[in-house]
């Protein structure tokens, strides 16, 4: 099973895959900030989701890119890796 | 809004990104000099192409002009397309401030031969090499020929009426056009130009199948139109974006009015079919003179399409006698182009830009690396010349058969 996603690897995600410069201890502190505030879009978070995928060599949930917080998006995948 | 006859359209910034510089000061400064910087393509990947030389825009820090998100997502034919933008509204002292109330009275234009063939191509290759889940969702917009419209539009918050002009060559003439248009609509300020970044293996690939692409290898021979060494056209990236304002909103807010987009015609004669562009560009020229209600012999320059094919350069003087008489042959006709080489519809914008220069500093820059005419043309070769310009006129025409021109004149008020 593979280790549970932090904000440091999403952060980095983001910077990789959309040229993104975010704090993630930023992000840990407000987990509830829309990543519109980061200035992610919808095609940004969607690499993001395939990046993932790519990296886990498994699907995430359909709805795993409409997630608006980094919060949210977090739990999504974490509950989805981890099955708890 | 006022009578949309009486809406006049006038250039008040220039943002120029080219082979012989990044900004008007550099590019002015090489173009009136004569400089030619075309040289051996060095693009990773394109070293082995049977493409020898071209314009490449060497003198742009893409890190230092546009932001890393704007890296990622978008081809360097954006990245060209923002820094110029951005060089033009500088100039044009057009800041936020003046439109955050009214971002529906700004729009952005841009023409586009090719799109983001770069970006497309590392894409593509994931595509094939990985598998389709490699496939970046910034493709999606990136290669795209709306994207420099798109991101400029984003990115500046202009919510006024923008759009994509997808052609040849022409298209960057057509693209003012078709700013100019939308200001006797209503708009009163436009973000409109054209950049290209044709030089990636996939896309020189693509061009090597024009016949009309010089196959010489030597950078001072490969582009010599209006010449009995004529063989063919040099490819370049770059281009230049300009802001186009009504004219009476322009002096509202104390812009420096620099020159009048007067008048414009367009036709279409069909790919390679370089005799028909004869009567074409003629037309086009008697089309553009119309609406700027401006007689043959108050055109003060030429700055010529030279594609460099000499069916095509004969037919270009042939247009201009056809056009303006007796006055074809009289008037000062130059390229400065064969020094950084043809961006597509990048090039007529880097002409306008030029023309606009020529005008406020009343000299004509020269054709670099033509020297021997050997058409009835009085063009202007290895200095510049100087003299008094109130009207310029821009040709270009498009490997795919478009025919424009374009007439501008400096401001009325502006002191001889």
Not at chain 2, 187 to 197: K, M, N
Not at chain 2, 273 to 279: L, P, Y
Not at chain 2, 370 to 384: G, K, M, S
């Amino acid at each position: 099973m593979p280790d549970r996603l932090t904000y440091e690897e999403l952060a980095a995600l983001m910077k990789s895959g959309a040229g993104l410069t975010v704090d993630a201890s930023e992000m840990e502190s407000s987990p509830g900030s829309a990543f519109e505030e980061y200035g992610l879009d919808s095609l940004g978070l969607l690499g993001i989701v395939a990046a993932l995928e790519n990296r886990y060599g498994r699907p995430l949930p359909a709805d795993a890119d409409r997630c608006k917080t980094p919060g949210e998006f977090l739990d999504l995948v974490n509950t989805t890796l981890t099955g708890v | 809004m006022s009578n949309p006859a009486h809406r006049r359209s006038v250039i008040t910034g220039i943002g120029v990104v080219a082979p012989n510089g990044t900004g008007t000061g550099a590019f002015w400064k090489q173009t009136q000099e004569g400089v030619s910087v075309l040289d051996r393509v060095t693009r990773e990947g394109c070293e082995n192409l049977p493409l020898r030389v071209a314009g490449e825009v060497r003198d742009f820090d893409p890190v230092a002009s546009v932001e890393e998100r704007y890296l990622v997502q978008t081809d360097r034919f954006t990245h060209y397309a923002m820094a110029a933008a951005d060089l033009a509204l500088d100039d044009a002292r057009l800041g936020r401030a003046d439109y955050e109330d009214t971002p529906f009275k700004v729009g952005v234009v841009t023409a586009a031969g090719s799109g983001g063939g770069e970006f497309g191509q590392r894409e593509l290759e994931r595509l094939w090499g990985q598998g389709p889940r490699f496939v970046g969702p910034y493709q999606s917009i990136a290669w795209f020929y709306a994207a420099s419209t798109g991101q400029i539009s984003i990115r500046g918050g202009f919510k006024g009426p923008c759009a994509v002009v997808a052609s040849d060559e022409a298209g960057g003439l057509d693209a003012l056009m078709h700013a100019a248009r939308s200001v006797r609509g209503g708009t009163d300020a436009l973000v409109v130009g054209a950049a290209e970044a044709p030089l990636a293996p996939y896309s020189v690939v693509c061009q090597l199948g024009y016949e009309d692409l010089s196959a010489c290898d030597e950078p001072t021979r490969a582009y010599r139109p209006f010449t009995a060494d004529a063989c063919g056209f040099v490819p370049a990236e770059g281009g230049a974006m300009l802001v186009v304002e009504e004219e009476t909103a322009a002096r509202g807010r104390g812009a420096r009015v620099r020159a009048e987009i007067a008048g414009h015609c367009a036709t279409f004669t069909g790919a390679g079919r370089w005799e028909q562009s004869r009567q074409g560009l003629a037309r086009a020229v008697e089309g553009a003179l119309r609406e700027a209600g401006c007689a043959p012999e108050e055109i003060d320059v030429v700055f010529a399409d030279a594609l460099g094919v000499p069916a095509a350069d004969r037919a270009e003087a042939g247009a201009l006698a056809d056009a303006l008489g007796a006055h074809g042959r009289r008037v000062p006709v130059t390229a400065p182009k064969t020094g950084i080489g043809r961006a597509y519809c990048g090039a007529p914008v880097l002409d306008v830009s030029a023309a606009v220069l020529a005008m406020e500093h009343g000299l004509i820059p020269p054709t670099p690396n033509v020297f021997e005419v050997c058409h009835d043309l009085d063009l202007v070769t290895v200095r510049a010349r100087p003299a008094q310009l109130r009207t310029a006129l821009v040709l270009s025409r498009g490997l795919m058969g478009s025919n424009s021109a374009l007439v501008l004149r400096r401001p009325t008020d502006t002191p001889d």
